[in-house]
């Protein structure tokens, strides 16, 4: 291992604590305090690899985080987003492992696709990237993909999701609450039942009223989460809700989990700080799925992020061309961007308005979600011996989001010219800067496997 | 005014301004020449994402009596599975020098995009979009109403004045209805009081923040109510009954029609001066029956009349004045 | 920016104006040989007033001439060609006499008469109103500074004014007092 960069992190607030100095070599945390750091760098000095050192006075240490949902796009739609800058968006926004979801084209659903985006992931060295299998065949909601066989293959696919659609057959997700347990793989469910949304357009409510928008009901999300935890209860089996968007669904969540009910919950940032009033301008870059909702709801989410109900933020990050985007809203694609920005929101709407700490962040963001996708090596604990995985924000800074200056491909996030507090100055991945100074590091040679990676 | 999108942009006097000018404008339709140079030079153009041959005829006629130039562009079948082709449509119509760009679309908000997205520098007039708005629609129907409700039917000049005191009954498909909604605002802005009927099915989740009340009796509305005005709404072919794939919005035309169709016996219901509209066409025997749609108290083709004279009342007010890059200095 | 505000100077006071109008009134007259067949079309604002006060002394010299049947209103809004130079104007009012215009004398009643090209516009709405026989001007002021081949045929006052000065008429009507005023602008 030597040879590599070692990084030398000087007085860094893990988790917003006490300041305290950080020796990241080997792709671990080696050591940490003043003294034991002199101690390993004297003690390695004849192996002559560079040291850097990182002045982190004033910067909070969390975990790398972990994103259950993101959208990377390859195959398929590399117009948009590529694996590669995905994932150097990722890294940018303090991630050091993202879930990629299976609506590509072709579908991640067999154990071909995933193992290619796997490798993409493996090959680009922004984050490890893993991905989620789909539950249907082609997504058609159907026939079961071969879930067993995506288990198996080198990407190791514990999360499988159809999201972009749900699983509405009850039969189906049933069987796949049932075969899943065989792996400890969880079902990622978008909750929409699809005849209560038939082309629907935005949240059904106040402003689709008078918009002319097909509305989307909260309904059709909640009446699917009632089915499905009872369901993941009848089977024993684990559930995981993506992109919780209403207050009745943090009810369900936070009844279920009081049932004792093995299920797991996510909100995504704009669905903590937007509205449906945003759709007044009929601006597609606030048409998501789900919608943005009204603000007792976004009341509602952040109230059950804060008490636990809601177990993660995971960012939905959806890049669209500019042609998805820059016509009708009812022509316009649903999605928007949010790895670079998921950081800054929750810091925003949970931080700053001291309904969470920084331990509570890492929670959220990091451990959580890995534990969930069971990723062992990320969303660990800032201790010696750890996987240098980490990320250092400086939550003094504050910075109006330009979309074009993103490492993400594609400019469709809802933050445009909103000034957001947090700034990730450096994410480092098994030891390696994938981020300094708020700059995208690329890895010296970009398709070498990273060391320690190969499981 | 820059563009007219909806009707919730307009306050009152705004409104009354546009129905003042509309009745000088129908002045002058009454005379021999009907042609007035005003907007001579300025190019008018129709951009129909959707077929309305009565609304492009209306507006076309209204640009041609203020000689503007008129330049139809029907994009019917170019439009919705591609959004590109709505800015390339407007960059080409920005090209060919628009002055104003009269759109009709599909999908609710398409004039908003057009006119915030820089592709057209021209007044955008909404001519109806989707499910939202038809402002050009609700105010001649406004405009009908005060020539026939205000002023004593015609006794007196009811320039500058607005609907206050009067009751309009809206009966119908509210829920897919754009007429409705520029009506809601702009009669209510107007002082009038607005009563919702619709089977509820047909009212939009939300209606309750509207400045209306809703109802889903028509009877009683009509005895109890005493509307000044009812107007009846189309009903759409393709929501009716079930096996669409929308779902059916009623059993049958059959029992719409006995609990929401406007015929003899409930025209009896109404006061002795009550007008009885409709945005056109009309669907006879549906939701209004042959003996209401040609009853002395129907001014269903005077709307159209009045169609010309508010959408020459638009078009001047949009386009008379400076032009944007006079007034402004930027596009 | 202005010095301070400007002191109008006042040029024609209620009597003078009457005795103009007075004037005008006896010259038509003899000009058309009688009232017949006269239709006096003011052009708003003040135009309407001066045509109504010529007429009622019109019916004061000619016996069993109902003022009111001779007097009509012509807006030339939409017929102006400085249109797009000036922030949307108002339509107002344009009313003919019951008999109309056709074959009949149209005099044109405006207060003050400027570039002309109230006057060119005025020309064309009449065109697309009717047939007058002919088509005369009166106007209470002439303030010279003609961008047009139009002269009045009736004049209260000849003015002449700097293309600096504003012209200003005031009728009790309107105003509630009559004057004009010639006051300087920036």
Redesign the interface.
């Given at each position: 291992m030597s040879g590599s960069t070692r990084y030398v992190l000087r007085g860094v607030a893990p988790l917003g604590g006490d300041p305290v100095d950080l020796l990241l070599a080997d792709g671990v945390i080696a050591a940490a305090g003043r003294g034991d750091i002199q101690a390993a760098l004297d003690r390695d000095a004849a192996a002559g690899s560079p040291v850097v050192e990182v002045d982190g006075a004033g910067l909070v240490a969390l975990p790398g985080l972990v994103d259950l949902h993101t959208h990377l796009r390859e195959p398929g739609r590399e117009d948009a987003e590529t694996v590669g800058s995905g994932t150097r968006a990722a890294a940018l926004g303090g991630f050091t492992a993202v879930h990629a979801m299976a609506n590509t084209s072709p579908v991640a659903d067999t154990a071909g696709v995933v193992e290619q985006v796997w490798r993409l992931g493996r090959d680009a060295g922004w984050v490890d990237v893993h991905p989620v299998g789909a539950v249907s065949i082609g997504l058609d909601g159907e026939h079961l993909a071969e879930l067993g066989a995506m288990a198996a293959s080198a990407a190791r696919v514990r999360v499988f999701s159809d999201d972009g659609r749900c699983v509405h057959d009850p039969v189906l997700m049933r069987r796949a609450l049932e075969y899943v347990k065989a792996f400890d793989g969880v079902v990622a469910q978008h909750a929409q039942e699809p005849?209560l949304t038939?082309?629907a357009?935005m949240h059904?409510?106040?402003?689709?009223?008078?918009?002319?928008?097909?509305?989307w009901?909260a309904v059709a999300e909640e009446a699917i989460i009632a089915r499905d935890v009872l369901l993941a209860e009848h089977v024993g089996s684990r559930l995981h809700v993506c992109h919780l968007s209403t207050a009745g669904s943090v009810e369900l969540i936070r009844w279920a989990k009081s049932r004792g009910i093995d299920v797991t919950a996510e909100v995504t940032p704009h669905h903590l700080l937007l509205t449906d009033e945003l759709a007044r301008?009929?601006?597609?870059v606030y048409k998501v799925n789900p919608p943005l909702r009204t603000q007792a709801d976004v009341d509602a989410v952040r109230d059950g992020l804060a008490d636990g109900t809601i177990d993660i933020v995971a960012t939905d990050h959806a890049p669209h061309t500019r042609?998805?985007k820059?016509?009708?809203?009812?022509?316009?694609a649903m999605g928007m961007t949010g790895l670079e920005t998921a950081l800054s929101v929750v810091q925003e709407t949970m931080v700053e308005t001291g309904r969470m700490t920084w331990a509570d962040v890492a929670r959220v963001l990091s451990e959580a979600p890995a534990r969930i996708g069971r990723v062992t090596d990320h969303g660990r604990p800032l201790t010696v011996g750890e996987p240098a995985n980490l990320t250092l924000v400086d939550p003094a800074a504050r910075t109006t989001v330009v979309p074009e200056r993103q490492g993400t491909a594609s400019v469709n996030s809802p933050f445009r010219g909103r000034e957001l507090p947090g700034r990730v100055v450096a994410t480092f991945l098994r030891g390696r800067a994938t981020v300094l100074d708020g700059h995208a590091v690329p890895a010296p040679s970009a398709t070498a496997p990273a060391s320690g990676e190969v499981r | 005014m820059r563009h007219l999108l909806s009707t919730g942009d307009l306050d009152r006097d705004a409104a009354v301004l546009i129905l003042d000018t509309a009745a000088q404008m129908a002045a002058t339709q009454s005379r021999e020449i009907k042609k007035l140079p005003t907007l001579r030079g300025r190019t008018v153009v129709n951009l129909f994402f959707e077929d309305s041959t009565r609304t492009r005829i209306s507006f076309e006629t209204a640009a041609k009596r203020l000689s503007a130039d008129v330049i139809n562009f029907s994009a019917k079948g170019s439009s919705v599975s591609k959004g590109e082709s709505l800015k390339d449509t407007a960059l080409t119509l920005q090209a060919m020098g628009a002055d104003a760009v009269v759109i009709r679309h599909q999908a609710s908000g398409a004039p908003h995009v057009l006119a915030r997205s820089g592709w057209v520098d021209g007044a955008v007039v909404n001519a109806g979009d989707g499910t939202h708005q038809h402002p050009t629609q609700a105010l001649l129907d406004a405009y009908t109403i005060r020539r026939h409700l205000v002023g004593g039917a015609g006794a007196s000049d009811p320039a500058g004045r607005d609907l206050d005191g009067l009751h309009v009954a809206i009966v119908g498909d509210v829920l897919h209805s754009r007429v409705a909604r520029s009506n809601v605002q702009l009669l209510t802005t107007l002082g009038a009081r607005v009563t919702l009927v619709a089977p509820p099915t047909l009212v939009p989740v939300g209606v309750q923040q509207w400045p209306c009340d809703v109802s889903y009796h028509l009877d009683p509305v009509l005895a109890d109510g005493a509307p000044d005005a009812v107007m009846m709404l189309r009903v759409q072919r393709e929501r009716m009954g079930a096996g669409t794939s929308a779902g059916g919005f009623f059993p049958t035309p059959l029992e719409y029609t006995r609990n929401y169709g406007l015929d003899q016996r409930r025209l009896d219901l109404l006061p002795d001066h009550a007008v009885v509209m409709h945005p056109g066409p009309m669907n006879r025997g549906l939701e209004i029956s042959a003996d209401a749609a040609d009853s002395p108290r129907a001014v269903i083709v005077e709307q159209v009349a009045n169609g010309v004279a508010v959408r020459m009342a638009v078009l001047y007010l949009l386009l008379a004045g400076e032009t944007h890059e006079e007034r402004t200095g930027i596009a | 920016m202005t010095s301070g505000p400007a002191v109008p100077t006042t040029v024609l006071g209620a009597p003078e104006i009457g005795r103009a109008l007075t004037r005008i009134a006896h010259e038509l007259l003899e000009r058309n040989k009688g009232a017949h067949d006269l239709v006096l079309l003011g052009i708003p604002t003040r135009g309407l007033p001066l045509a109504e006060r010529l007429a009622r002394r019109l019916a004061a010299v000619e016996p069993g001439l109902d003022p009111l049947a001779l007097v009509g209103v012509l807006d030339v809004t939409m017929y102006r060609d400085d249109l797009s130079r000036h922030p949307t104007r108002p339509i107002g009012t344009t009313r003919l006499p019951a008999g109309g215009i056709d074959g009949k004398v149209v005099v044109l009643v405006d207060d003050v008469l400027y570039s002309g090209r109230t006057i060119r516009a005025a020309l064309d709405a009449i065109n697309d109103l009717g047939r007058p026989r002919a088509v005369q001007l009166a106007a209470l002021v002439d303030r010279g500074h003609r961008e047009l081949p139009i002269r009045a045929d009736y004049v209260g006052k000849n003015l002449p004014t700097s293309q600096a000065e504003r012209v200003r008429v005031l009728l009790d009507e309107t105003d509630g007092r009559d004057a004009v005023l010639i006051e300087a602008t920036r």
């Open positions: 005849r038939v082309g357009q059904e409510g106040v402003v689709s009223a008078e918009l002319g928008l097909t509305g009901p301008d009929y601006d597609p042609e998805d820059d016509c009708e809203w009812a022509a316009a | - | -």
